[in-house]
């Protein structure tokens, strides 16, 4: 029963996530450096990016591949997430900073700043800046979505605004007098929840946390989009006037995708931040936004599965690529959307889904051709 409201496949991809968040920390922890099944310390955080991003992209899978609505500015989202988690660190370092404030950040002393602005009040609190990254991101979501559904604003001109939403955001940010940073943006943490944030076991805590909310990030979104909800939602994407057409308010559907997909990456971004120790308006890029897409692309939007190995291919092959050859790694980056778009319309994980699926009633077909009877496919597979 579970498995027919999750998928067979949300729920084998979760439980490798937890698998992970358990194996990953024991294997860095425990195991001596120098031994084969050692994972070194630099690792954690860079597979725990990469989890990170994975949820962005399965966030952008949401509204992508199930509802059509092709965002490229989700990376506003994943950066309001973040920043609200940077408030948060830097407001943990304290008299730590270089000028020895209690309070306002060194960024702020060196503007010359009296008192802390209003909008950084609560930072102090670790559930607050949480509850932030989840509500900052969703409100803009459903403020923006209420006004482009409403306005029936779809195809290349809603992606066109999604992009300019984020460019607007990453032009504001860069501005000192904003209050985050400005091109500098947030960075120097020392601790998180009380913990050193360079110590090897919160490094390890982190990627665990980033794991496990992967892991039930998948599973909501697994039993969505095996609702009837996500059935509609495939039906808004399919066919939105026929949908219409049926009595149902598509503007609506698309308004619930859009503002979850906000949060969960919202909550990417709040994960992201603290094991890469940085967040500034560079994280608004238009560009990155576009990453995100080409991650859901070579995956396979639509799948669950697909965008989460899509962003770990893509950013592990970022990772070598920019080592070796980084003034060619975007000529590849753009090369490998082309490739795929051309070759591989369905993403890696799309493309062996069909090839599986063409095997299988090839194998039925014939088969029934010999009088053999074949059990029907389990629609929960």
């Known amino acids: 029963?579970?498995?027919?409201?999750?998928?067979?496949?949300?729920?084998?991809?979760?439980?490798?996530?937890?698998?992970?968040?358990?194996?990953?920390?024991a294997l860095n922890l425990l195991v001596p450096a120098g031994h084969a099944l050692h994972v070194p310390d630099y690792l954690v955080p860079l597979l725990g990016k990469y989890l990170a991003y994975a949820m962005l992209a399965l966030a952008l899978d949401l509204v992508w591949g199930y509802c059509g609505i092709l965002s490229l500015g989700h990376g506003a989202f994943f950066a309001i997430g973040g920043y609200a988690m940077g408030m948060y660190l830097m407001r943990q370092i304290g008299s730590r900073g270089v000028y020895g404030h209690p309070?306002?950040?060194?960024?702020?002393?060196?503007?010359?700043?009296?008192?802390?602005?209003?909008?950084?009040?609560?930072?102090?609190?670790?559930?607050?800046?949480?509850?932030?990254?989840?509500?900052?991101?969703?409100?803009?979501?459903?403020?923006f979505g209420f006004l482009a559904f409403r306005s029936r604003v779809t195809g290349v001109y809603l992606s066109i605004i999604t992009q300019a939403l984020t460019y607007a955001l990453m032009l504001a940010f860069f501005r000192n007098d904003m209050g985050f940073g400005g091109n500098n943006g947030l960075t120097d943490f020392k601790d998180i929840l009380s913990y050193p944030i360079q110590a090897g076991a919160t490094r390890a805590s982190l990627f665990a946390a980033t794991a496990l909310l992967l892991a039930l990030a998948v599973l909501l979104v697994g039993w969505i989009t095996r609702s009837k909800l996500g059935l509609l939602m495939v039906a808004v994407r399919d066919a939105e006037s026929r949908?219409?057409?049926?009595?149902?308010?598509?503007?609506?559907?698309?308004?619930?995708?859009?503002?979850?997909?906000?949060?969960?990456?919202?909550?990417?971004?709040?994960?992201?931040?603290?094991?890469?120790?940085?967040?500034?308006?560079?994280?608004?890029?238009?560009?990155?936004?576009?990453?995100?897409v080409v991650w859901a692309a070579v995956g396979g939007r639509g799948t669950i599965l697909g965008p989460v190995v899509g962003a770990i291919l893509v950013n592990g092959a970022k990772s070598v690529f920019?080592?070796?050859?980084?003034?060619?790694?975007?000529?590849?980056?753009?090369?490998?959307?082309?490739?795929?778009?051309?070759?591989?319309?369905?993403?890696i994980v799309g493309t062996i889904d069909h090839g599986w699926r063409a095997l299988r009633a090839r194998r039925r077909s014939a088969e029934a051709e010999r009088g053999v009877a074949v059990p029907l496919a389990n629609p929960a597979e």
Request: aromatic share 16%; hydrophobic share 65%; proline share 8%.
């Open 1 to 25: 029963m579970i498995a027919a409201r999750l998928g067979h496949r949300a729920i084998w991809l979760a439980a490798a996530l937890v698998l992970a968040a358990i194996l990953v920390p």
């Open 103 to 143: 309070v306002l950040p060194d960024f702020m002393v060196f503007l010359q700043y009296r008192e802390l602005p209003w909008f950084w009040l609560g930072f102090d609190s670790f559930p607050f800046a949480m509850l932030v990254a989840l509500v900052a991101p969703a409100f803009l979501a459903f403020l």
């Open 243 to 292: 949908t219409r057409f049926l009595g149902w308010r598509p503007e609506y559907v698309k308004l619930f995708a859009f503002t979850l997909s906000a949060m969960i990456a919202g909550v990417a971004g709040a994960l992201y931040v603290p094991q890469v120790g940085i967040i500034n308006p560079g994280e608004f890029a238009p560009l990155n936004s576009i990453e995100v």
């Open 322 to 347: 920019t080592a070796a050859a980084p003034e060619f790694w975007l000529f590849i980056l753009g090369g490998l959307f082309v490739v795929v778009t051309l070759f591989l319309p369905r993403g």
